[in-house]
């Protein structure tokens, strides 16, 4: 299915239409759909959703993207990954389908998504967009439920545009005609395109800081909207960025009505591995011995800051970093944030990943951000090194989803 386009990433919408149509057009026959956009926090927010709508009893399809482990993790079928065969039966059908013509890696997966979606009983349908929003293999359904925009920021320039004006409104052009959006806290620019948009499409906007709010007091996260107010626990998820992702999904839960039971069980039975995850087994837990081992996959700037304002709120403890990243990343910008964190960084190159900057690189811009670097050849021989000097310490693994999900598979 790779072969069958010449590039990875290539965003226009025909070729869904195309192969949709020769699919009988499945999307037209999905549960109610919930969108998902925006450059951090979709998937969190999403996997709240998810808790809250099923807490109610109701059977959720979502739709996210990458994978860490398993490509399977991308599709959930009424709360259960999809299975092995039923997988490769919906890709063999989309590839009969399509035949010879040219379809992205992402347009088709997508649509095997969606046939499995359609042909399964359930009651909502939550889909993550991949990139960007307006030309995204997810934005195919004419009529959603509803629609979502996380924080916008700058991330993938060389697809979306760069100013934030511009990646606003790639991420705009999932809003429908009428149909309500939950926007989170965004940047002024970023709002004011969103705004615009929504005005053009009589789009209901239900957005943070005007028609509801959230945040931590003593302990509890307070949500108000006009229905009133919600005193609930802390977010599962770790990180005070986790209450304006809760936000979003409580904003999102109240539109759709559901009940205050509900909506505590979204921000205190979600699960959404490798953002800001302690791993407590496994044989990379085992060779950190007594260091405190966490796993993070953030990589923009804006995801830096999220990270950095994360340890800022955890016990003291000496933080050691080890990073991997893409070369079509803002390094640099991930890590400046960090610098007042980290004790130190060690490099390491992502293996099988033909975009991974090499380790002398991550270790020279760690450097140019103020963080003391080395390299190391993978992730456990960067444990042994750090943890030989400093055996009670706190280990970051960061810097790609792809370095986290060769972690969790290397962790078992």
Partial sequence: MMALHPKIIDLTLDRMWRLLAALGHPERDLPPVIHVAGTNGKGSTQAMIRAGLEATGARVHAYTSPHLARFHERIRLAGRLIAEDHLSDVLAECERANGAEPITYFEITTCAAILAMARTPAEWTL????????????????????????????????????????????????????????????????SAVIEAQAARLAVPL????????????????????????????????????????????????????????????????????????????????????????????????????????????????????????????????????????????????????????????TRDAARAAGIAADTAPGVAEAIATITATAPSARLLICGSLYLAGRVLRENG
């Avoid at 979502?148 to 760069?162: K, R």
């Avoid at 405190?292 to 994360?310: F, I, S």
């Avoid at 803002?330 to 610098?339: E, H, K, M, Q």
Wanted: charged share 20%.
């Fill in 127 to 190: 889909l993550e967009v991949g990139l960007g929003g307006r030309l995204d293999a997810t934005n195919i359904i004419a009529r959603p439920a509803l629609t979502i925009i996380t924080p916008v920021s700058i991330d993938h320039q060389q697809y979306l545009g760069d100013t934030l004006p511009q990646i606003a409104a790639e991420k705009a052009g999932i809003l429908k005609r009428a149909v309500p959006c939950v926007v989170a806290r965004q940047q002024d620019a970023a």
């Fill in 206 to 361: 239900l957005a943070q800081g005007q028609h509801w709010h959230a945040a931590e007091d003593r302990g509890r996260l307070e949500f108000q909207d006009e229905t009133g107010l919600l005193d609930l626990p802390l977010p599962n998820l770790p990180g005070p960025h986790q209450i304006d992702n809760a936000g979003t999904a409580l904003a999102a839960l109240r539109h759709l009505g559901v009940s205050a039971d509900a909506c505590e069980a979204a921000v205190t039975r979600a699960d959404w591995p490798a953002r800001m995850q302690r791993l407590r087994r496994g044989p990379l837990v085992d060779a950190a011995g007594a260091a405190e081992l966490w796993l993070d996959g953030g990589h923009n700037p804006a995801a830096g800051e999220a990270l950095a304002a994360t340890l800022a709120r955890m016990p003291p403890r000496e933080t050691h970093l080890i990073c991997g990243m893409l070369n079509t990343k803002d390094i640099v910008g991930y890590l400046r944030p960090l610098a007042a964190h980290a004790a130190s960084l060690t490099a390491v190159s992502i293996p099988g990943e033909a975009n991974t900057l090499p380790a002398e690189t």
